[in-house]
């Protein structure tokens, strides 16, 4: 009896170990896509994307070593590179993920209604639209990959996906990037990109932190297909996704846990 209890705390340590390898796996890769398609520069895409407007995303993200438990950040400040607000996303509870963009100068924005789990698309709303149904865009992610696609009411397709290039520097980097994509030619245009390396992510957070801030660079024309303040909250939506599935990644390892303890 005795060497059937070692064997079985000597099983559930190693079941322990493989969730948690898992899991330190995912977050060694939450910047990149799961198919091969989209970790490297789509050769569909016109590359003359030249900045035009910097803004700095503060968002502390959810740490590799955290418990599963809601963001307690309930307050997301995207500030202008002179450290002046220019948005700020507020959530009304820990509990929930609706959340409410705002600027200083013209109040709230868009409202975003989030929920958790999968096959539950979040839905953004301009707010102070009258018509309500033209008003609102579901945001639906693309399986098995983490990109995420939206379209507005007059048609136009939107998608941001986790890519591999090359910086200034020649080195490879992983940005968040946002595209206008042709629905019939699958042509796409930069219009966004976020940047997370060690000079532009958050203060106090890893490249292992899941839906940290960085460094978001929008294209000089931008505005031309898409309106800034709808560029910010569905990046800030990119990075919510990102600590749902660490959450959820860190909820089976703890369910693991506990049901290999009873």
């Known amino acids: 009896m005795a060497s059937d ?52 995303i503060n968002s502390r993200g959810h740490a590799l070593t955290r418990l599963p438990l809601p963001s307690s950040e309930l307050e997301i400040l995207i500030c202008n590179p002179d450290g002046t607000p220019a948005y700020i996303s507020t959530r009304g509870k820990r509990s929930s993920g609706d959340a409410v963009l705002s600027s200083p100068k013209s109040g709230h924005l868009i409202s975003t209604s989030y929920f958790f789990g999968p096959m539950r698309d979040p839905v953004i709303r301009r707010l102070g639209d009258p018509d309500e149904q033209l008003a609102a865009i579901k945001v639906s992610a693309r399986c098995p990959s983490r990109t995420t696609r939206f379209t507005l009411p007059d048609g136009s397709k939107f998608e941001w996906s986790y890519i591999r290039t090359r910086g200034a520097d020649k080195k490879k980097v992983k940005l968040l990037v946002l595209d206008k994509v042709d629905g019939g030619t699958g ?72 049901s290999g303890g009873s």
């Not at 709808?230 to 846990?257: N, P, S, Y």
């Open 5 to 56: 209890g070692f064997f079985t705390d000597d099983l559930r340590l190693e079941n322990a170990k493989a969730d948690m390898k898992e899991l330190k796996s995912s977050a060694a890769s939450i910047h990149s896509t799961a198919t091969a398609n989209t970790l490297f520069e789509n050769s569909n895409t016109n590359t003359s994307f030249i900045p035009g407007r910097t803004l700095l």
């Open 187 to 258: 042509a796409r245009r930069r219009l966004a990109q976020l940047r997370r390396d060690d000079e532009t992510r958050t203060p106090g957070t890893s490249k292992t932190t899941a839906g940290n801030g960085g460094e978001l660079l929008i294209d000089q024309n931008a505005y031309e297909a898409l309106e800034e303040p709808m560029i910010v909250v569905t990046c800030l939506l990119m990075l919510k996704k990102e600590v749902d599935r660490r959450r959820l990644l860190q909820f089976m390892v703890v369910a693991g846990v506990v």
